[in-house]
């Protein structure tokens, strides 16, 4: 990691499997000796609210809990207008979003009281907020694999093959058995591959 | 591990015998891990606060080190047993843990609970990270027996919600000889012994402040001397991140304060700087030693801090430069209840009867906002069935037949018991709906008394709302199924009607449970030709409910759009279906 505290912010929507993200991405860099710190907010929130962790990876320090604003190294979006607000207060010149295209609409929307913002301007906004975006259809390929909930996984597959952290294949799996279970290591793993594969066609476009 | 996780731990590592708890964000998941994790520490979730600091404070009486755990409101329940405990005292180590909700990410108010230490006569520990959650249950405990008092443990939201490392230890037992022992003059508080106790409370509060002076929690960290910034707990870690060249007075134990240490500190720095988060308390302890501070006329009394707060509280801007405005025009995303809530065929049928709702504490408290927007207020745990009461008999003619008052089951026997043999013990008229959804929902689902089910789920009784309410005197007491939301509308109409108190008990389980499901679990379908656009069934506030504009309507088009369930969502409880007018929504 090119800088000491590395910030990170997964963002998404109550359900989307965003506090167990950023937990198996801290316990990943904790097994490597980086000290980790990461400030959640639940709780009311988890009923359909945004939510945000944020994890900060030291290897000389246990930092605070919470990133200052305009301090995001890379920012983790399940859900791509909540990367657009993320990114508006802890983003900066040189942030790096990934970003799940698929939207979450809030009840305001899907009831017509307000609009959602339009996909390519939401996408040309996200891009200005960055040095770099990616956007993957995470949502759709999990949908594919049977259960939505893996797109989380596979944002940690991208980001591992954009060579951002330290995050393999193996390193995870031993993550997964000590979070969750072993029996839930195959199915993830499964996602975190097609992470890899996801992305693997952006980054070739970049070289 | 969380901060949770690592008073959870300390528990277990301190020889913690009993712990007890209401859930409450954010200190739910302590008597969660416990329960998990440690099957040496007896633990079982109590219907309130109050209730279960006067289990721990049973254990303690008994020779076990306890633990009581409750948000910052939830000490407002158990503060008659927390005042008095002070002049008994303790035998066993007891300590308290509160954490507190700067900035109300869940809470009604974001009161400070070291208030309640200086005001109980009491010692308070602040941890700011896990590891010193951990090691101050600890020290908790030791100061908890060595000045018979019992000890708040004060948790933020940053410190409980928060994850970093933690080392692990063995578990060690307690000092104390188990055991019933017969200590009136101690125990019993009657004016004559609680005379005696009174000087014995004071005295303990000046030899725990000359323990202070030499509390290893309690350190100077000497940097540069032109600011010297006293702080504790998770402002600490924010100050320092933003200063990290100055020198520091970190407070372990903010009641009683070390006072020497105070002054040796203030003798060595040119500028003093108070970092605390909501009231001065801290500042005022220190502006009273006579020593000239600065505080909260720089980090304000409202909300939490942090590191880029602290910042410009001190110099005015901020290394966090903004990068201009900007216009993101993203639509807010506020929490509502979920796809299938039973709730929500519950507020349906409310609103069909136009009624004023007082409310109370739970996910249907989200049937405040829109469009939903049936809760007119919802004061603290318990509240709504005494206001809806209080209304009823002072305003006669004025609220009869339109005033309801709703509870869920967890709160209903949290607090609301007592309130609802007032409304039967006084008389009036007012309809009280248990909205029962089996299950604590809004803190993540744990068993209360009338669940069946222990913290562990061990099978246990389950406490009858109907029988209860019998026993009260109420003679309209009626169950209803709410999805049925033409009966439910029907039923409350009829009760409003009703000259006497009566109770209905909407029962279904949150469409969270895996456990007593009702829902079919298959989508329901909405065919778009039959639908008129009359957003009936969008108005319930359902996530899985999506409105479709048409842009361009056929000739003789009169509606505007039409309504579409997301099939990913929908569970299909019939509650769309029940209202819809021009009967389109179907079974898929």
């Not at chain 2, 000490?75 to 008994?88: E, G, H, K, Q, R």
Request: glycine share 10%.
């Amino acid at each position: 990691m090119n800088k000491d505290p590395y910030n990170l912010v997964v963002a998404g929507v109550g359900g989307q499997g965003n506090v167990l993200g950023s937990q198996l991405i801290g316990t990943v860099l904790v097994n490597q000796g980086y000290k980790v710190t990461i400030g959640e907010t639940y709780g009311a929130s988890q009923r359909g609210g945004s939510v945000m962790s944020h994890v900060r990876i030291s290897a000389k320090r246990q930092y605070g809990p919470l990133i200052p604003p305009r301090f995001a190294d890379l920012v983790i979006a399940l859900e791509p207008s909540e990367a657009a607000r993320v990114l508006a207060r802890y983003g900066n010149r040189n942030t790096v979003a990934i970003v799940n295209t698929r939207p979450v609409y809030s009840i305001d929307v899907t009831g017509g009281a307000v609009h959602y913002p339009e996909t390519n301007g939401l996408m040309e906004k996200i891009r200005s907020l960055t040095s770099k975006a990616y956007f993957l259809d995470a949502t759709d390929r999990a949908l594919q694999m049977g259960n939505p909930i893996l797109a989380n996984i596979i944002m940690i597959g991208a980001v591992s093959a954009a060579g951002i952290l330290p995050i393999t294949e193996s390193n995870l799996e031993k993550a997964i058995s000590e979070v969750l279970s072993s029996e839930k290591v195959s199915v993830n793993l499964k996602a975190f591959a097609v992470g890899k594969e996801l992305i693997a066609s952006q980054i070739s476009r970049d070289c | 591990m969380s901060g949770n996780e690592g008073i959870a731990q300390g528990a277990y590592e301190y020889g913690v015998r009993l712990a007890s708890a209401y859930p409450g964000t954010p200190s739910t998941e302590i008597l969660e891990y416990i329960g998990e994790r440690y099957p040496d520490i007896k633990a079982g979730w109590a219907p309130n606060e109050k209730v279960a600091l006067e289990v721990a404070a049973g254990a303690a009486y008994g020779g076990s080190r306890a633990m009581a755990c409750m948000k910052h409101v939830g000490l407002n329940v158990a503060a008659d047993p927390f005042m008095t405990l002070s002049y008994t005292g303790v035998n066993g180590g007891l300590v308290i843990v509160v954490c507190d909700d700067p900035e109300m990410h869940s809470s009604q108010n974001e009161q400070d609970t070291r208030n309640f230490a200086k005001f109980g006569k009491v010692p308070c520990l602040e941890p700011s990270d896990s590891q010193e959650a951990k090691d101050l249950i600890g020290e908790a405990l030791r100061i908890s027996e060595e000045f018979d008092t019992p000890v708040i443990l004060r948790s933020a939201t940053r410190v409980s919600h928060s994850m970093s490392l933690v080392e692990t230890k063995p578990r060690t037992e307690g000092l104390r000889e188990l055991g019933l022992k017969k200590d009136p003059m101690k125990f019993v508080m009657l004016p004559a012994m609680a005379r005696k106790r009174h000087p014995v409370v004071e005295q303990r509060l000046k030899d725990v402040a000359a323990f202070a002076e030499t509390f290893p929690y309690n350190k100077v960290i000497m940097g540069d001397d032109s600011l010297g910034i006293i702080s504790s707990g998770i402002t600490f870690q924010y100050a320092r991140e933003a200063f990290p060249n100055v020198s520091f007075l970190k407070l372990g134990m903010v009641w009683p304060l070390p006072e020497k240490m105070i002054r040796d500190f203030a003798s060595k720095v040119k500028r003093i700087v108070i970092i605390e988060e909501l009231d001065p308390f801290i500042e005022e302890a220190i502006r009273l030693m006579g020593i000239k501070v600065e505080g909260k006329e720089l980090t304000g009394l409202c909300g939490e801090l942090s590191p880029e707060k602290v910042e410009k509280a001190l110099t005015g801007s901020s290394k966090a430069k903004s990068i201009g405005p900007i216009d993101i025009d993203v639509p807010l995303r506020p929490p509502n209840m979920c796809p299938g809530c039973p709730h929500r065929a519950t507020f349906t049928a409310l609103k069909k009867n136009k009624v004023y709702v007082a409310g109370d504490i739970g996910c249907y408290t989200l049937g405040a906002l829109p469009p939903v927007g049936m809760l007119d207020n919802c004061l603290c745990m318990g509240a709504g069935i005494g206001i809806a009461s209080g209304l009823d008999r002072s305003l006669g003619d004025l609220a009869r037949g339109k005033a309801v008052a709703v509870i869920g089951d967890s709160t209903f026997f949290h607090s609301g018991m007592t309130p609802l043999l007032e409304l039967a013990y006084n008389g009036g008229s007012t309809t009280v709906v248990i909205m029962d959804n089996r299950t604590t929902a809004m803190t993540g689902a744990q068993p209360h008394p009338g669940t069946g089910f222990t913290l562990r789920q061990d099978p246990t009784i389950s406490a009858n709302i109907e029988k209860l309410a019998e026993a009260f005197g109420f003679k309209r007491i009626r169950t209803i199924n709410p999805y049925n939301v033409k009966d439910t509308e029907k039923v409350i109409g009829e009760e409003l009607e009703a000259a006497e108190p009566s109770l209905i008990i909407a029962r279904a389980p949150c469409a969270l449970l895996k456990t007593e499901r009702i829902l079919p679990d298959k989508p329901l379908k909405i065919e778009a030709e039959l639908c008129k656009g009359c957003k009936s069934c969008i108005n319930t506030g359902c996530p899985a409910l999506e409105f479709v504009k048409i842009e361009e309507p056929k000739e003789g088009e009169k509606r505007k759009g039409y309504s579409k369930i997301n099939e990913l969502l929908c569970v299909g409880c019939r509650t769309c279906q029940e209202v819809c007018k021009f009967d389109c929504i179907k079974e898929a």
